[in-house]
């Protein structure tokens, strides 16, 4: 399976990808944590949805693929560190729902990837062998 996450601005190391979801979690899931905005003024916040093969909290970014992405306005300039809530739901057809939620005006934005696939192409083929393999009897 995969892992998704967003990316983050880490204050030594950069912009990073913070899994809410790790490979090998049970499906279905509905995951959330709350960040905070980087620079005091932002007027948005763009939220970036990646997916990696780790199972680590933080990964590097050169270490992900970028499924996509959607932006959350605010109602005006925002101080540094404003929370923002975010929200990734898994469900076993693939289908990844992402919700970011401004904490402090409740202001929210939703967005749907569809991913390639929550397995590995090896655990696909076992899977494949192990459905080829099955009986069904009466």
């Known amino acids: ?12 190391k950069g912009e990073v990808v913070a899994n809410l979801v790790r490979r090998d979690q049970q499906v279905p899931i509905d995951v959330s944590e709350t960040f905070g905005t980087f620079e005091a003024g932002q ?7 990646m997916e990696n ?8 970014l050169t270490s992900a693929t970028e499924m996509g ?18 929200t990734f739901k898994l469900g076993p057809d693939g289908r990844l729902e ?13 967005a749907e990837f569809l991913t390639a696939s929550i397995m590995t192409k090896e655990e696909e083929k076992e899977a494949m062998s192990r459905n080829l393999a099955m009986v069904v009897s009466s």
Not at 43 to 49: H, P
Not at 53 to 60: F, G, K, P, R, Y
Not at 69 to 86: H, K, N, Q, R, Y
Request: net charge negative; charged share 25%.
């Open 53 to 60: 093969l780790s199972d680590e909290e933080t990964v590097e």
């Open 69 to 86: 992405g959607t932006e959350l306005t605010f109602d005006g300039p925002m101080p540094a560190g404003s929370p923002i809530e975010v």
């Open 43 to 49: 007027a948005s916040v763009n939220l970036r949805v």
């Open 98 to 110: 992402v919700r970011g939620r401004d904490v402090t005006s409740g202001r929210t934005i939703d």
């Open 1 to 12: 399976s995969k892992s998704f996450g967003l990316v983050v601005q880490h204050p030594s």
